[in-house]
């Protein structure tokens, strides 16, 4: 019993000491924002890091309408859409990645409006 007792008790100081080692990493402050409310079929986007370059990519909860988007909206300020059939309301967010893509940050969901026509409504 003491043997086992001697082995926990080693066993968590060993973890400890690792744990007090380990390299710390420091986070860079990274900013990102999104907004689709200042017209429809458009999102518009942007994040800077202290951490240098980053890649950001809108994410679109399109369910219960046919987003269709007409180009790659990667690392554009700019992200354009429409819904042809089922149009609508949807939701949209702003993902930022490091150069290693490891997730930095995201927006919070925010609501966009999809029309039928490929055009920007004010």
Do not use: H
Not at 61 to 68: F, H, L, M, R, T
Not at 82 to 100: E, H, I, K, Q, T
């Amino acid at each position: 019993m003491k043997r086992i007792l001697r082995t926990a008790v080693a066993v968590k100081l060993s973890a400890l000491l690792l744990a007090l080692a380990a390299p710390t990493v420091a986070s860079a402050a990274t900013d990102a924002y999104i907004d689709c409310s200042l017209q429809s079929n458009a999102c518009f986007g942007d994040a800077a890091s202290d951490s240098g370059p980053v890649t950001f990519m809108y994410q679109f909860d399109s369910n219960g309408v046919d987003a269709i988007f007409p180009a790659d909206c990667t690392n554009q300020t700019f992200c354009t859409f429409y819904c042809r059939r089922y149009p609508g309301p949807m939701l949209a967010r702003l993902l930022v990645y490091d150069a290693s893509f490891n997730l930095l940050t995201t927006t919070e969901w925010v609501p966009a409006v999809c029309t039928q026509e490929d055009i920007l409504l004010p």
